[in-house]
Each structure stands twice: as C-alpha cells, then as structure tokens.
C-alpha cells in the first residue's frame, strides 16, 4: 500500500503499480463496513467498481483510470475542502489488504474506519477472496448510507469515468454503510451506523439468490448458505465444490445402476447431497465474490451432466432390475430431450427480448400484477418444476418406486411445465410491440446452429417479409421431418427425403434477421426437430444398444448447444463457425442420421453409426469447449437471474 500525499501525488503512485495489476482507490475518511469494501473492490466480474470514496478498476481499465486521475490532478487545489485537499492524514495506499478481506500479497487497501475508527482485521483474508489489486488512496471522502458527507475525489473519478463510457459498477449495499464523514459529528455518526448492522449477516443473506424456487428457498439455502461459508473459512473454493457436486451425482447415478432397492434408495439420498452442493457453490461463490472463467464453464456443464447421467443411471437400473428388467431408455432420452427444449426455449426467450424497446404487453402487467400476490408467486415457480423441485421429485420417486414411474412423472411434469411457460411467452410475444435489436437477431441466429446446407438454401432464399415466416418455416420442416420418420420408420429412406425438406425449409427459416414476434421459437423447433428424429429412429429400430448409442449422441450435441448458449451470455458470441459447418450443423446431422438408418438398418450397423458420430461430435466440440473456457478471453458467467433451471 503506497500513500499518496495529495491528489497530485496520486498518478506517480499509479505508474508505480505493474500494468498487470489491479488497482483500487480509497478515500482516507472511508468510514463503512469490510464486506462494503468487499463487494467494490474484490469482484472481479467488472472493470470499474466503485462506492462512495472507495474504487477499483482492472487492468484492462487502467489507461480511463490514468487519463481520469491525470485530469483531476492537473486541476487539484493544495488545500481547503472545497478544491479536494484532505481533510485528514494521508491515507495509506499500495500496501497491507486486511481491510479489504483479501490476501495481503494480492490485494492493498487504504485502513478504513470499519468499527469505532477500527481497521478490518486480517483474519478476513480466510474467506478465500483473492483478487490482485493494489490500492493508493488520494485524500478525500464522502457518504453513501443516506447522508451527503464530505467531497470525495475518488467519487469525481467514478463520474468521469462514466462520462468517458466505461461502465462502472456499483453494487447495491442495502443497509450497508459506505460513508465519507464531512466533521467529527459526522464520523461518530458513521461509526454508529455500522455498528448497528451486522455485515455478516448481510454477507450471508445476500449469497442467496433473491430469487430462486421454493424448495430452494426453504429446504435447501436456509442450511446451504452456512455450508458456504464453511467452505470459505476453509479456503475452499466454488471450483471445488462444483466437483464435489458432480462426482455425487455421478455417484448416485452408479448406485441407481445396480438396479437394487437399497441403489435405489441411496441414489435418490445421493441426488438431493448433490443438489444441495450444487447451491452451496453459487452460495460460496457470492458469499467470497469467487468468480473465474473455469468456474462459469463448470457451473454451465455440470448441472446438465449431473442430471442427464443420472437418467443414463436409472435407464441401466432398470434394465438391471429384480424380475426380468425394464427397457426404459426410450424414456430416459425422452426426458434428456423435452429437458433441453424446455432450457433452449427459455434461453432463445430471454435473448430476444431482454434489450427489445417497447417491451410490455398487458400478459406481461398482469404477470406483473400477480406477483404483488405472495402465495401466487410460488405457485407460479413451482409449476414450471424448477431444478430443486424436479430434482426432489426424482430422488423421492427413485428411492420408492421404480424408474419407469420416475421417468413418467418426470415427462408428465416437463411437458406440462412446457406448456404452460411456453403458450405464456407465445401470449406476450403476440401482444407485446417490442422493437428487437440486431444484437438479438445475431444471438438466435447462432442459437439456431444452422450447418452448411442451412446457408446454402439461406443465401438463395428471398429474404420474406412476413413476421412470422421464419417460425412457420421452422415448424412446418419440423413437423414434416417427425411425423415423416414417425411414419415410415426405420430403414426407409422417407426419413431422408422428410430430412433434406426439413434442410430446405430451415434455410429459408433463417434467411432474414430473426426480428420477428415469435422468431424465438425457431431454435427450440429446430432441436425438436433434430433430437426427436434421432429419438424416433433409435426407439423403431429395435436393434440393441440403439437408444443407449442415441442417448450418448443426444448428450453431445446437447452439450454443443448449452455451450452455445453461455458463450453468448457472456457476450462473446457462438462458438467459430468452422466448428459449426465441421460438425454439419442441426440440418446437416439430421439428414446423416437418417441416411444412417437407411443405409445401415440391418444388424448392428446403426448402433455403431451412432456411437462413431457421438463419439467424433463430443471431441470435437469438447476440445473447442476446453479451449474457449480456460482461455483469458472468456467470460466469468455467473447465472444470477434466478430463473428455473
């Protein structure tokens, strides 16, 4: 921690600091609580954070935060309040971290005024927060918990580093004090208000999410958020949970293959473990602001895979089962695919309308409306059979029943909660006058995963100018594609000939910017499409090991598709379109997979079509996957929204 006389001094204290790292700025009269300093100076999701007479900015920041600095400087007076001098000793700046609950070699800070004029003790650096910054505290500070305070520089350089468009972040702190104490009254004041409210406590509340489902909420964080902190005080991090969270699951799932009641029962034990630490991470993650590129790419896999292995498990149960074995594999990918529908419709939904203009409809007032309705907000959640519902609702059915009335329960569920969220996005899309932007129209167009015929068609296509042509389009090839290879069955080539229509029609599906009202729908349609083709020929061919190899398949394209969607999330786009074209796209694997069936319907040849083609996919989509989310350049996703999963 360096200190810095006066706010001239300031921008020879910065140039000392390696461009590599990050920096924070802290007023000396910064009275407030540690986690206040926590939350703006230690996330490191954002390039600028700030909070009255605190602030922060990454690298990638540093050269606004220079120009800032140089300015403010340039025009500093030496002394008297109203031109920034301080008004109390120089802060210390560019050394010891304790106050900010960091590592003292990772991160410096000013020593600010956190109880009775305390500074925040180092056992703090336990939690497990680490981020790289070093701090140079100019002079000045001012109040943010309700009173105006003191002039702050530091707050100058927040406004002028939004004057100059880098967003700057600055968290909601609630009952959290962060103030910049104008005299000695003041200051006691300060003081007093912090002592008042336990940061704690707050800490721990907000590293719940606000809005989650019920059996979250009330069977599962109000013990999970203690779990987390645990985890925190034993340098344990979000990473390493999120691991501990699968290898239960997977666990479970090979307890549920033994086909046994007492598997039974311990899978249906082991899958409620899993769930609970696959809260406890997101928990621990708030609670310490651990957030990492590796960590967002875990936390987008791992719930899929932990769910869809687990269907993997019961499927082999049942076949393994007392009494001659059950054949459930037909249900198990007719769950993994109404699942990842229901996740596409949900992403291609909130993508296209979540930075629309004009974006009301009376649907959208009265949902509005009902939630001012305590007791209908819950309802609402737990129709639509969230994770933590689904997941409750599958162990228990595990743990008494057997895999095929899980499997029935779950589709039943699903679909109803498809139906129900979908028709209800239709009705608001339909009454609503939103204006989407280009931005959104690039989002579903990767979204839709269109492969090379797809773009040949697309670039021939007239470009039409009916609003709804391309979710008619994308219907219409569907339906002729399911119910074609529905009907024909397997070994026919009328799949094929339903499949290179269904090609066609996709093309001309995506020829024009996806801007329409109910243009969101075209990627769900397509995976419809694609996985229920698969499904339908691995469950009419009756040659064994079919489904299991259409399952596995299923799962990697899956996984092409939810990676898909994170990428875009974080702002970084789909993945490259080589990747893309080289693994044919939704069209181009749906005419090689009923070709497939054609060509190869006799013996084991369209098992072992399937299981080459899965096994080619998931390579190469993995190591694109791999190689994307350890890079520095991808986003730190972190799903706060709250939304079903």
């Keep these: 921690m360096r200190t810095a006389a006066d706010a001239a001094g300031v921008p020879a204290e910065l140039a000392a600091v390696p461009a590599h790292e990050r920096v924070a700025l802290v007023d000396p009269r910064f009275v407030g609580h540690v986690h206040t300093l926590r939350l703006a100076l230690t996330d490191p999701r954002f390039p600028v954070a700030t909070v009255r007479g605190a602030l922060t900015a990454q690298p990638e920041a540093r050269p606004a935060l220079v120009r800032a600095v140089t300015a403010a400087a340039a025009t500093a007076r030496p002394s008297g309040n109203e031109g920034g001098a301080p008004t109390a000793d120089p802060a210390q700046a560019l050394g010891s971290a304790a106050a900010v609950g960091v590592h003292a070699d990772a991160v410096a800070s000013h020593r600010p005024a956190t109880r009775a004029g305390a500074t925040g003790g180092a056992g703090h650096a336990a939690d497990g927060l680490a981020a790289p910054s070093r701090s140079v505290a100019p002079a000045e500070v001012t109040a943010t918990h309700g009173t105006a305070g003191a002039h702050s520089w530091v707050d100058d350089l927040a406004a002028a580093l939004d004057a100059e468009g880098v967003p700057v972040h600055r968290p909601e702190l609630g009952v959290l004090v962060a103030a910049v104490p104008a005299d000695t009254a003041a200051r006691a004041a300060a003081r007093d208000a912090v002592d008042a409210v336990d940061d704690e406590r707050v800490r721990l509340r907000s590293a719940v999410k606000s809005r989650d489902g019920f059996f979250t909420t009330f069977c599962i964080s109000p013990y999970s958020r203690y779990i987390a902190r645990w985890c925190a005080r034993r340098g344990l991090t979000p990473n390493q949970v999120t691991t501990a969270s699968l290898l239960t699951a997977?666990?479970?799932?090979?307890?549920?293959?033994?086909?046994?009641?007492?598997?039974?029962?311990?899978?249906?034990?082991?899958?409620?473990?899993?769930?609970?630490?696959?809260?406890?991470?997101?928990?621990?993650?708030?609670?310490?602001?651990?957030?990492?590129?590796?960590?967002?790419?875990?936390?987008?896999?791992?719930?899929?895979?932990?769910?869809?292995?687990?269907?993997?498990?019961?499927?082999?149960?049942?076949?393994?089962?007392?009494?001659?074995?059950?054949?459930?594999?037909?249900?198990?990918?007719?769950?993994?695919?109404?699942?990842?529908?229901?996740?596409?419709?949900?992403?291609?939904?909130?993508?296209?309308?979540?930075?629309?203009?004009?974006?009301?409809?009376?649907?959208?007032?009265?949902?509005?409306?009902?939630?001012?309705?305590?007791?209908?907000?819950?309802?609402?959640?737990?129709?639509?059979?969230?994770?933590?519902?689904?997941?409750?609702?599958?162990?228990?059915l595990t743990a008494l029943t057997t895999p095929r009335i899980t499997f029935y329960a779950t589709l039943i569920g699903c679909a109803l909660a498809a139906c129900y969220t979908t028709a209800g996005r239709v009705l608001r899309s339909l009454t609503r006058r939103a204006q989407r932007t280009d931005r959104a129209a690039r989002a579903l167009a990767e979204l839709a995963d269109s492969g090379p015929l797809a773009e040949l068609v697309a670039k021939a296509a007239p470009r039409g100018t009916s609003s709804y042509l391309a979710p008619f389009a994308a219907a219409l090839g569907a339906a002729a594609v399911l119910a074609g290879t529905a009907a024909a069955g397997f070994g026919s080539w009328v799949p094929a000939g339903c499949a290179a229509l269904y090609a066609v029609l996709a093309g001309v599906a995506v020829a024009a910017p996806l801007q329409g009202p109910l243009d969101w729908l075209v990627p769900p349609l397509f995976r419809a499409a694609e996985y229920g083709t698969i499904l339908i020929l691995a469950a009419c061919s009756e040659v064994n090991g079919a489904l299991p190899a259409a399952f596995g398949l299923v799962a990697a394209v899956a996984y092409h598709h939810y990676d898909t969607v994170y990428r875009i999330r974080g702002g970084t786009g789909a993945p490259p379109r080589r990747l893309v074209r080289a693994i044919g796209g939704h069209e181009g694997r749906t005419v090689v997979v009923t070709a497939a069936a054609a060509l190869l319907h006799q013996n084991q040849g369209f098992t072992i079509a399937l299981t080459a083609l899965a096994a080619v996919l998931a390579l190469a989509v993995l190591i694109e996957s791999i190689r994307f989310w350890v890079s520095s350049g991808a986003p730190a996703v972190h799903d706060e929204s709250g939304e079903p999963a």
């Excluded at 033994?258 to 991470?281: E, H, K, N, Q, Y």
């Excluded at 895979?305 to 459930?328: F, P, S, T």
Aim: negative net charge.
């Design 250 to 396: 997977l666990i479970a799932a090979a307890c549920a293959a033994t086909g046994t009641r007492p598997g039974f029962v311990s899978a249906g034990v082991l899958l409620i473990a899993s769930f609970v630490l696959d809260c406890t991470d997101g928990q621990l993650a708030r609670y310490s602001l651990q957030y990492s590129t590796l960590g967002a790419w875990l936390d987008a896999t791992f719930d899929r895979a932990k769910e869809y292995a687990y269907y993997a498990g019961l499927a082999l149960g049942a076949a393994r089962a007392d009494g001659g074995g059950d054949d459930v594999w037909a249900l198990a990918l007719g769950a993994m695919v109404l699942q990842t529908c229901r996740h596409v419709v949900d992403f291609a939904f909130n993508e296209a309308n979540h930075d629309a203009t004009g974006n009301t409809s009376p649907t959208a007032a009265l949902s509005g409306r009902l939630d001012g309705v305590g007791w209908t907000v819950w309802v609402r959640r737990m129709i639509v059979l969230p994770i933590g519902e689904r997941w409750a609702m599958i162990a228990v």
